[in-house]
């Protein structure tokens, strides 16, 4: 029973999708014949273009050649030798510089009198052409036109005529021949079959070899009486050349392909009406074929994938609905274990929280240590701006009387000091706040200059020089300025302590940015570390003070707020050289990169 629904389904669900796919192909076929036609159509134009551009370029040459006095006199005189041979010289160099094939003058009755070929084998001089359409059209209305090929060099040419009419009563013919056939080698080159085709439908240019000199269609009796009086294609058996269509002509119109010479080709023309010619352009239609072949397998496959995802679901459905009543079974038992989990966490994070508590309290401890060691520099800092004050207000009251200006200076003075109290004042209690923990966008470049001030007053008071060495603005870094303050602050009294016994003490502290973090270098010229030491720095209660300062600590808390924030603190020393203090925090839009990929 339920091995024959499944065939049923099945079944259907192949019929669907075969169903999907048929439709999917036709249309996609449809389409890409309706694209193949637009290519085509665009191309056609091009090229009609470019015909029309290659056969300008040599009408205007009878009616210039025709202006010429050695031309008016080879009409004149067509027994002179001299007049000939000049009028043939002229014809010569006028077809070497234009490029035309041949240029030739033809009297009244046809027979031509002076070519440019004049010197050669094929010579067109003495040669009666008064049977071609062109001489005759020229003499009736002035200009002609016609190709075929040549009854005496049996080359191919568009032959293009004017009618002289001399001031003596004379009339002759000027024709200009004119080689096409580059444009069908170009042709050959080309990733479609282009060909033009006369009044007729027989194709005189074409880029497939094949089609040359073949109607499109099978020629009338008129036809091929025309053809045979004008000589149009002197040589060539039409009765030995099939036609390369056997579809009505109106099947040039369709986006429908047509059989030439045994292709499947999707067929374009376009009409030239000056010449009364039709350039035809020929695509293959496999490709088209292929991609509608391949769309239909497509459809059909995702219709068939559809299908079955659908039924798959629904048969997911049913067993997660058996399921269901199973893990009921085991809610009790998760949720029982859930209560136990829980409480076991609440004892951990309770833990937690009194171990965090404890460690804030010891930095905390820390941070007063070292307020402590500053408390008699600070007390002297403080000191000096109230006497200088106390001075400068007397100053000011004794000068009362006196020049406004130079008591306004005192007074601008006394600001500054005030201003100078305030900051160091402002710092000391900044850095004995306690943290609150969150981490906040810092400002680096602010925490190096907070720490700096901090410091300074010891660093001047052992004669230790204390330079800063950064450019531009900081990437913020996630953490907190308080504990980062405490952090440089630490730095910066070790370094102290390690050039205090120098006579030139100098520490130097730098900020460099990278892609990912914002480095922060405090390098001193003190005693410098051994291996051991380095290896040892960062254990609690190890120091290398000699009076009993510090507890050893303020290594290890440093290391631990770096560490908070997500960053390094290093060490690197040799005994006699210095050491090197290294604190690499992450930018913060490095870690939102990070957290975001």
């Not at 637009?38 to 015909?51: C, E």
């Not at 049996?154 to 580059?182: E, M």
Request: aromatic residues 6%.
């Amino acid at each position: 029973m339920i091995r024959t629904r499944h065939i049923r389904s099945f079944s259907f669900m192949l019929c669907l999708a075969l169903l999907v796919a048929g439709l999917g192909g036709v249309v996609a076929y449809r389409v890409e014949l309706s694209r193949l036609a637009d290519t085509l159509d665009q191309s056609l134009t091009l090229t009609r273009r470019s015909i029309e551009t290659e056969i300008d370029r040599f009408r205007y040459l009878p009616e210039v050649a025709e202006q010429d006095i050695r031309i008016s006199r080879a009409v004149t005189t067509p027994k002179s030798v001299a007049n000939i041979e000049v009028a043939n010289r002229y014809l010569e160099t006028i077809a070497a510089v234009s490029g035309a094939d041949q240029l030739y003058l033809l009297d009244q009755s046809g027979i031509a009198i002076a070519a440019s070929n004049w010197n050669t084998p094929d010579s067109f001089v003495g040669i009666d052409y008064s049977f071609r359409p062109y001489f005759r059209d020229a003499m009736d209305a002035g200009t002609g036109r016609f190709y075929g090929i040549g009854v005496t060099t049996r080359r191919p040419g568009y032959f293009l005529s004017s009618r002289l009419d001399l001031d003596s009563g004379q009339t002759a013919v000027l024709v200009v021949k004119i080689d096409l056939r580059p444009l069908q080698t170009a042709w050959r080159q080309a990733a479609v079959d282009t060909a033009i085709a006369d009044a007729d439908g027989i194709i005189f240019l074409s880029g497939q070899p094949d089609w040359l000199y073949r109607p499109l269609f099978a020629l009338g009796a008129q036809a091929r009486t025309r053809v045979a009086v004008t000589r149009r294609y002197e040589g060539v058996d039409f009765d030995a050349a099939d036609a390369l269509l056997a579809e009505h002509r109106s099947s040039l119109s369709k986006e429908q392909p047509v059989d030439m010479s045994g292709r499947a080709l999707l067929v374009r023309h376009l009409i030239m009406p000056q010449e009364d010619w039709q350039v035809i352009q020929a695509s293959p239609v496999a490709a088209a074929r292929l991609t509608a072949l391949a769309m239909a397998a497509i459809l059909g496959l995702t219709t068939l994938a559809a299908a079955l995802l659908i039924q798959t679901l629904l048969q997911r459905r049913r067993m997660i609905g058996m399921r269901l009543q199973q893990s009921r079974l085991l809610e009790q038992q998760v949720e029982r274990r859930t209560r136990e989990l829980a409480a076991e966490i609440e004892t951990r994070i309770a833990a937690e929280s009194e171990l965090n508590r404890a460690q804030d309290a010891l930095v905390h401890s820390e941070k007063m240590a070292a307020l402590g060691r500053m408390s008699a520099a600070i007390v002297h800092e403080i000191s000096q701006p109230l006497a200088a004050m106390e001075a400068t207000l007397a100053a000011a009251a004794l000068g009362g009387t006196g020049d406004q200006r130079s008591t306004a200076k005192r007074i601008e003075t006394t600001r500054g000091h005030i201003r100078r109290m305030l900051r160091t004042i402002k710092h000391l209690k900044s850095f004995s706040r306690k943290d609150t923990g969150m981490l906040t966008p810092v400002n680096m470049d602010r925490v190096i200059d907070n720490a700096i001030d901090l410091v300074r007053h010891r660093a001047d008071d052992i004669g230790a020089k204390l330079t800063c060495a950064y450019s531009g603005e900081a990437p913020p870094v996630m953490g907190g300025m308080v504990r980062l303050e405490q952090v440089l602050v630490n730095l910066l009294l070790n370094a102290l302590d390690a050039v205090i016994s120098g006579d030139a003490g100098h520490i130097v502290v730098t900020r460099t940015v990278t892609p990912d973090s914002v480095i922060v270098t405090v390098q001193d010229n003190g005693v410098g570390l051994d291996s051991e030491a380095v290896a040892k720095i960062g254990e609690p209660f190890f120091s290398r003070k000699q009076d009993g300062e510090g507890l050893g600590l303020g290594v290890a808390i440093s290391q631990s707020i770096v560490a908070d924030f997500h960053g390094t603190l290093t060490y690197e020393s040799r005994p006699a050289e210095g050491t090197l203090a290294i604190v690499t925090l992450p930018r913060t839009d490095a870690r939102n990169r990070k957290t975001a990929a």
